[in-house]
């Protein structure tokens, strides 16, 4: 993964550290409105000038693959001194996260709110109805964020990453990036084959426009194994539905906000991916959840009603909430009379969950594609790009 820092500014980090602490960390920079890399700058520089006493042993058993950027020579630094107090670098890691992490004491009201990265599950079981358009299009509008307006305030710019869980891979193409060779490491194997894995899924991940969006809009390619998923999923070990939460979990950290174009099935990898999409434990509700486009059209709401059982029956099976962030009906042309116009009028009719935007079928979309540009780079003031700002103001 390229570094979403300036060029010679940072350079990446290779370690490990525990889950819990990782969370910790995470929650704790988000409470304090600190960039996490900051935070480890912060507690690595801390670390170096404490006295070996003041910095505690830590367990690091069943610490994970982590990543991390820290300013060009701190790491070069910090090694000789781990080696000079004879521990590892992740031990000498540990110790300083916890140290920081219990030095910056957040209030009881904030500790009573996890900080998750917020999940957003673009999914239909029915093809053709632009999942990949709406989940390009928002991931685009959260990572430029929204100015301020005279009624309402500005929206910042999120980190925000995209990832392609649809085998046809049709949201790597349009950004013009190559899906992941079959028997390559892939999301596909960091699912059901993580014995085997080697590589931390985190360098698979590929920016988009960083002078565009500011460094902030990143990629998940999709994997042509991903054609094989639902079979391969029915032999992996454990929970079948957390493989994509397992997956993903190491790269929450490094981002704001994830957006799964999910496949257009009914099958196992459409559970793991609404589940994925869960409400977590005191996470509040409509944070994260589904993002359901549909069609102004009859077939359209019979998908729909197949979607919405699955939903309800993933969660009755595993006893979690999955909150329906909204409706967007893609391709609307009233041009195309009754039926289309009776249609837009039952999604509304329907209330909950609501119809957050209309997006036109115009041409400005297909273009994008075309030239493999991103919609809101290639045609950032037509109405299709209003639209998917309008989602994102909507989603909050």
């Not at 000498?92 to 219990?102: C, E």
């Not at 002078?211 to 990143?218: K, T, V």
Request: with cysteine; aromatic share 6%; charged share 25%.
């Amino acid at each position: 993964m390229a570094s979403p820092y300036a060029e010679g500014t940072r350079e990446k980090v290779a370690s490990k550290l525990p889950v819990t602490l990782r969370q910790e960390l995470k929650t704790r920079a988000a409470q304090l409105g600190i960039d996490m890399q900051e935070a480890v700058t912060e507690a690595v520089d801390q670390w170096l000038i404490r006295p070996v006493g003041d910095n505690p042993a830590v367990s690091t058993a069943g610490a994970e693959s982590w990543n991390t950027w820290l300013p060009v020579g701190r790491y070069d630094r910090f090694k000789a001194e781990c080696g000079a107090r004879d521990i590892s670098y992740a031990q000498g890691l540990a110790q300083a996260i916890r140290v920081w992490v219990d030095s910056h004491s957040a209030s009881l009201t904030e500790l009573a709110i996890p900080q998750y990265t917020r999940r957003i599950v673009v999914c239909n079981q029915k093809g053709g109805v632009g999942k990949t358009t709406i989940a390009a299009g928002i991931g685009q509008a959260i990572a430029l964020g929204l100015p301020a307006t005279t009624s309402r305030p500005a929206m910042p710019g999120r980190r925000t990453l995209l990832v392609d869980y649809d085998p046809q891979g049709h949201l790597s193409s349009q950004f013009g990036v190559k899906q992941v060779a079959s028997g390559e490491e892939s999301l596909v194997t960091h699912m059901v084959d993580r014995d085997r894995v080697t590589g931390a899924l985190l360098d698979q991940v590929v920016p988009i426009a960083p002078e565009h969006f500011d460094g902030r809009l990143f990629l998940l390619p999709s994997s042509f194994d991903a054609f094989l998923l639902d079979s391969r999923l029915g032999s992996v070990r454990g929970p079948r539905e957390t493989s994509l939460q397992r997956a993903l979990a190491p790269l929450e950290e490094h981002f704001d906000t994830i957006v799964i174009d999910a496949p257009p099935n009914l099958g196992l990898a459409m559970d793991a991916g609404l589940y994925y999409g869960h409400r977590r434990k005191s996470e509040l509700a409509d944070r994260s959840g589904v993002l359901i486009p549909v069609e102004a059209e009859d077939s359209s709401a019979d998908a729909y009603a197949m979607l919405d059982s699955q939903i309800r029956t993933v969660c009755l099976d595993y006893e979690v909430d999955i909150d329906r962030l909204g409706l967007v009906v893609n391709k609307f042309d009233k041009r195309k009379g009754y039926v289309a116009t009776h249609s837009l009028e039952n999604w509304q009719s329907l209330g909950t969950p609501p119809v957050v935007a209309i997006v036109p079928d115009l041409k400005e979309q297909r273009e994008a594609v075309h030239v493999k540009q991103p919609l809101l780079m290639y045609a950032p003031t037509s109405t299709q790009a209003q639209r998917m700002r309008e989602i994102r103001r909507r989603l909050g």
